[in-house]
């Protein structure tokens, strides 16, 4: 089976991008992370497809295959090099659009300058949500890990995130505690583990080990997830400049009730066809 591919990245979160809209695709998980492999296929974080939606109003249906195969709720970088794929491959000429995700829907917007906007949805930050196990919906719960007690914040957005405040990036011990956070027993499904350096109250730096990819250059949702949870914690203030080891994120958040609006560029680096 021959299969046609974009190759593109959201500050260095690479993803291969597959239309399902004018071709069938129909992968295995062993398939899926044949194409993530960095030595043996094409290479990414994840596996994102475009597919149409069969929900009224609504322009397409975006799945997201992590590294290792299996399939997650949402995904913010991915979700910018989504409208920037649908434009390139003239799917559509709407400036905006509307798409379906396994966790809800998103709109997310060309901007006049090649950036992309994405109205990320509504946080949420009740345990049995994220899913985490605790009773009590706070905002920082002490977590386990490797014979430390962490203070961790969690946040859903559309996908499970704990986030901690370190004081350098730099130092953080992403490698060691990435996985185990992961993990880590209290989240049932896994989840991603930011580690967040406060700049100033409208900047931060942040690494972030993803559930099922490991740390990445940049991560759309974890850039948000800790926005909120820095506002949320008094820390920050509206808006805030994400700045991963790809480059910057502008994350705006108005508060409880209110959506996450992430900015930034999606860029296509090279298409293909693949033998699988």
């Known amino acids: ?11 260095g979160n690479d993803f291969v991008v597959l239309d399902g809209v004018r071709q069938t695709v129909s992968l295995t998980p062993e398939q899926l992370r044949y194409l993530a492999d960095r030595n043996f296929g094409v290479g990414c974080d994840q596996i994102l497809l475009v597919e149409k939606s069969g929900q009224p109003g609504v322009d397409f249906r975006y799945r ?3 590294a290792d ?17 649908v434009h390139d491959q003239g799917l559509t000429d709407k400036r905006e659009i509307r798409v379906e995700t396994l966790r ?24 049995h949500e994220i899913p985490f196990l605790h009773e009590d919906d706070v905002v920082i719960y002490n977590l386990d890990v490797a014979d430390e007690t962490l203070e961790i914040s969690v946040v859903s957005m559309g996908n499970p995130h ?19 956070i992961e993990r880590h027993e209290r989240f049932p499904q896994r989840v991603n583990a930011g580690f967040m350096q406060i700049v100033d109250r409208h900047a931060i730096r942040l690494r972030v080990f993803e559930r099922g990819s490991g740390e990445t250059l940049a991560c759309g949702t974890g850039a948000c997830a800790a926005v909120v949870a820095g506002i949320r914690r008094g820390l920050l203030e509206s808006p805030v400049r994400v700045s991963t080891r790809g480059g910057d994120l502008n994350i705006a ?6 959506p996450v609006l992430m900015t930034g560029p999606a860029v296509t680096v090279f298409t293909g066809e693949i033998e699988l």
């Open 1 to 11: 089976m021959k299969l046609k591919f974009s190759k593109m990245h959201g500050l």
């Open 64 to 66: 997201i295959f992590n």
């Open 69 to 85: 195969g299996g399939e997650v709720e949402q995904c913010g970088n991915g979700a910018r090099c989504f409208v920037r794929f």
């Open 104 to 127: 809800g829907l998103i709109a997310p917007r060309l901007e006049g300058d090649g950036n992309v906007t994405v109205d990320m949805g509504v946080p949420r930050f009740s345990p």
């Open 162 to 180: 704990a986030v901690q405040v370190v004081d350098s990036v730099d130092t953080a011990p992403v490698g060691e505690h990435g996985p185990l």
């Open 253 to 258: 958040w108005g508060g409880p009730g209110r």
